[in-house]
């Protein structure tokens, strides 16, 4: 059993040019494949649920087709929200809120009243940290913000003053920081209420070397670190014929063989540590 913790479920269309042309599109569309049958396809492939971490009326709508399928933890502009929408939004089901692409460091003392919100909900805060592509984020494109973004403003290190002012704070922390690996690790094995997760493009490109060399040093099992660990892919969803987590599976495979990963520890990251935070 998986539980996808990272996924998303918007399409956008290219132009001639291959650039983004708003508005992203959802949603299912009839067709030969039902959402029931997708369901059961998603989990004899490997994966039971999925945390969809998309805009609120995206994250929503796909829910009422996909039912239990779906554990909605909606995006919101850091920048622009405010305390009383996280609260309306853990009202209308969410499970736990997406923070990405701030204008200011995730540390800043401006966003703690939403971290608050969070918390007093019992949600998970689930934070994009590292690289984030230049197609999304900046002015004109798909999902727009005011300036361009600073990735150092996502860095994990941005995470521990989190951490130390909301200790009690579920967090998540996407993408294990690419690039800052290393840093991930420290920021993540260093506070009890951080997890992360090797979603995205890069982390399952590295060399398996260099993962054995941050959780298994000198031949060592970091068995407290990888307790630490939850499944996710970044893949696409809920779209017929579309299941976005091959390669993570594959890659989340190698490690626990890698590694010689016990099973119970393999479960844990699998669906048991993503299970836990998201229960309210």
């Known amino acids: 059993m998986r539980i996808d913790a990272h996924v998303h479920v918007m399409h956008a269309d290219h132009d001639a040019n291959g650039k983004l042309i708003p508005p992203l599109r959802t949603g299912w569309t009839d067709g030969k494949e039902t959402p029931q049958e997708y369901i059961k396809t998603s989990k004899e492939m490997g994966v039971d649920q999925i945390v969809v971490l998309d805009p609120p009326d995206v994250t929503f709508a796909v829910q009422k087709t996909f039912g239990d399928y779906i554990i909605p933890s909606p995006q919101v502009d850091m920048d622009k929200a405010t305390p009383k929408e996280i609260e309306d939004l853990f009202r209308q089901g969410a499970y736990g809120i997406k923070f990405i692409c701030p204008m200011h460091s995730y540390g800043d003392n401006r966003y703690f009243p939403l971290y608050k919100a969070v918390l007093d909900c019992r949600g998970l805060a689930v934070f994009h940290t590292g690289y984030l592509s230049d197609t999304l984020f900046r002015p004109g494109a798909i999902l727009a ?17 989190v951490a130390r002012a909301f200790p009690d704070l579920n967090i998540l922390m996407s ?15 260093s506070h009890k209420n951080i997890y992360a997760d090797f979603s995205g493009g890069t982390a399952y490109r590295r060399a398996m070397s260099m993962w054995a060399e941050i959780f298994m040093p000198d031949g060592r099992l970091d068995t407290a670190a990888i ?11 809920c779209f017929q014929g579309i299941y976005g987590f091959k390669k993570s599976i594959e890659f989340y495979e190698r490690f626990y063989d890698t590694l010689k990963v016990p ?13 836990r935070l998201t229960l309210r």
């Open 227 to 237: 307790a630490k660990l939850c499944y996710a892919s970044d893949g696409n969803y």
């Open 175 to 189: 993408h294990f920081g690419n690039p800052w690996w290393e840093e991930s690790w420290k920021i993540m094995a």
């Open 145 to 161: 913000r005011e300036d361009y973004m600073d990735i150092a403003n996502m860095r994990p290190s941005a995470l521990d003053r």
């Open 263 to 275: 099973a119970e520890l393999r479960e844990q990251v699998n669906h048991g540590n993503i299970r």
